[in-house]
């Protein structure tokens, strides 16, 4: 269990977000939303570790691992890709070193009944029940596994780091964030450099994890596929919704219009009691009813509505002249890089059409 308390950040004196609450359980899938600049990479950032926040709590049990997938990373460009993702097995690696050196020492040895070789028996006996436990002999296949779904071929596991883009160094990232099985897995626009495929591998991947998982998003779809429950940050408030993205939407529109309506039907009685007040306060034979009134109304609890961000960027593209019929015609076109990338393409676009290019990214 995951504990978020009374949690407050403030940047230059400006309130990002105040006094939020929220508690994460083993199988929440969360999806975290709101404008940009709301503060959602910054509540990640905090609930990581990353960032200190003004004032409140980020609690959790020791034994718990938390693993953070920010938008921007970096690595070490040398490495080859299989390299640089099994560095999460660090720990499995010195066990393995020491338990390869445990066993050459002992084939030079000869104090069978020592102590200390029977010390050095049970340490190496340790060493391979805590492997087993890590999966030692199941890492290379892990990661092979991972990889792959992330759109790598096997032939591009030993290329260096350097030699790919950013966003495919992003999946390199990924892929040891989710080989590490964290208890909490934070995931800041994760789809962002992945295609299709790519995200379809990490959906179900995400729909069979373990763990409990946090995410920022602006794919509706994965979102749908992926959360069942939605948390809105909304000028420094957080609203919590036990509901996937689009029916997080659906409820906060009926919360809104509910509210709306009581809202309503309270200003109209405020407005009949003020009424009321101010046209018999100074008349002697209702003035002590009109008194009552005041006090009765100064202590109603007055609604609220949840504040909704409905800014929006507003742009809109000068009309274009009408062209003929074909509107592009592309004949034998061909491109290559350090390999053959397109190859005698033959495209005709009509006027009106809305084209859409799928494929695996490169």
Known sequence: MFSVSALSVFFSGNELFSNISFMIQTQDRIGLTGKNGAGKST????????????????????????????????????????????????????????????TESLHHRTDYESEAYAQTLDRL?????????????????????????????????????????????????????????????????????????????????????????????????????????????????????????????????????????????????????EAFINRFRAKATKAKQAQSRLKALEKVERIEIDEFDESSIHFSFPPAPRSGEVALTIEGLSKTYHRPVLQNIDLKAMRGERLAFVGKNG
């Open 43 to 102: 509540l990640m950032k905090v609930m990581a570790g990353m960032q200190a926040p003004t004032s409140g709590t980020v609690d959790y049990p020791k034994d718990q691992l938390v693993a953070y997938l920010p938008q921007e990373m970096k690595l070490l460009p040398h490495r080859t890709v299989m390299e640089e993702t099994k560095t999460v097995f660090a720990e499995i690696k010195a066990l393995d070193k020491e338990a390869h050196d445990i």
């Open 125 to 273: 006996n340790e060493i391979h029940i805590k492997l087993d436990l890590l999966d030692a002999d199941k890492i290379d296949m892990k990661a092979e596994r991972i990889l792959k779904g992330l759109g790598f071929t096997r032939e591009e596991f030993e290329r260096p780091l350097s030699t790919f883009s950013g966003g495919w160094q992003m999946r390199v990232e990924l892929a040891k964030i989710l080989l590490r099985e964290p208890d909490l897995l934070l995931l800041d626009e994760p789809t962002n450099h992945l295609d299709i495929e790519s995200i379809l591998w990490l959906e179900e991947y995400l729909r069979n994890f373990r763990g409990a998982i946090m995410l920022i998003s602006h794919d509706r779809r994965f979102l749908d596929n992926v959360t069942n429950r939605t948390i809105e940050i909304v000028f420094g408030q957080l609203y919590d919704y036990k509901a996937p993205y689009s029916r997080y939407m659906e409820l906060r529109q009926e919360r809104y219009d509910q509210q709306l309506a009581t809202y309503r039907n309270q200003q109209k009685y405020i407005k009949q009691q």
